[in-house]
């Protein structure tokens, strides 16, 4: 049992090349998101997916689009890399029970530096 | 709206001495709250995590926090630092929606001196 993995680890970009990271899951959970944390700012929602087949914006959307190919898959895309997307980008997953007591578990992390 | 304010972003303690870090949170709703360690270059880990079932969570590591609603507050305490509790600690109220969506404080990273 992996939990929430994320490939690649370590990514440098030049601006405007495009890339896409990936997250896989292997708890079964319904519940997927992207967030990416910047120094000083805590972590920020790019987009979340509820369910398979379903994906909605976060706090910060622009410039990323993601794709939920599966209920273990969730895909997050650059198509134009900008240097002000240099951050570290975290996937979590979440559980399908009812309340807001369900707990986010985190990927380990990719560290992306756009030049 | 919710929202969670870390009212320090850095406190340094001293090894064998108590830890408080402290978080504020604002809720239109009864509030699920959570503290999450990332240590230097990790992930983030779940230390405890408020549920209303009892105002004391106790969680990893011995850490706890208290739930204080008078307050709106959920300050994190360990009674004896140790070194390996230097990181960075982050605050988060889960928004009781749908889809049950994270605000996130803006992280209080941890000192702790020889």
Same mark, same amino acid.
């Given at each position: 049992n992996a939990g929430v993995t994320q490939t690649p680890k370590f990514q440098v970009l030049k601006t405007g090349q495009s890339m896409t990271l990936q997250c896989a899951q292997?708890?079964?959970?319904?519940s997927m998101y992207w967030y990416r944390q910047d120094p000083g700012m805590g972590l920020r929602l790019i987009y979340y997916s509820a369910s398979e087949g379903t994906t909605d914006k976060g706090e910060v959307p622009n410039g990323y689009n993601v794709s939920?190919?599966?209920?273990r898959e969730f895909s997050l895309r650059l198509e134009s890399a900008a240097p002000s997307q240099t951050s570290v980008y975290f996937c979590a997953s979440r559980g399908s %029970? /009812? %309340?807001? =007591?369900d707990t986010q578990y985190f990927g380990p992390g990719t560290r992306l530096t756009v030049l | 709206a919710q929202s969670v304010t870390q009212l320090d972003s850095h406190v340094s303690v001293s090894e064998g001495t108590p830890v408080l870090l402290r978080c504020n949170y604002s809720s239109s709703y009864s509030p699920s709250l959570f503290w999450y360690v990332q240590h230097p270059n990790k992930g983030l880990q779940l230390l405890l995590k408020y549920t209303?079932?009892? /105002?004391l969570v106790k969680g990893i590591n011995g850490f706890e926090a208290e739930f204080k609603k008078s307050e709106t507050s959920f300050h994190l305490t360990k009674p004896s630092a140790h070194m390996s509790d230097a990181a960075e600690y982050f605050c988060v109220v889960s928004v009781?929606? %749908? =889809?049950y969506k994270y605000i996130f404080g803006t992280g209080t990273r941890l000192k702790v001196l020889a």
């Open positions: 292997d708890m079964n959970h319904n939920r190919l599966n209920k %029970g /009812t %309340g807001s =007591t | 209303s079932a009892a /105002t009781p929606s %749908g =889809t």
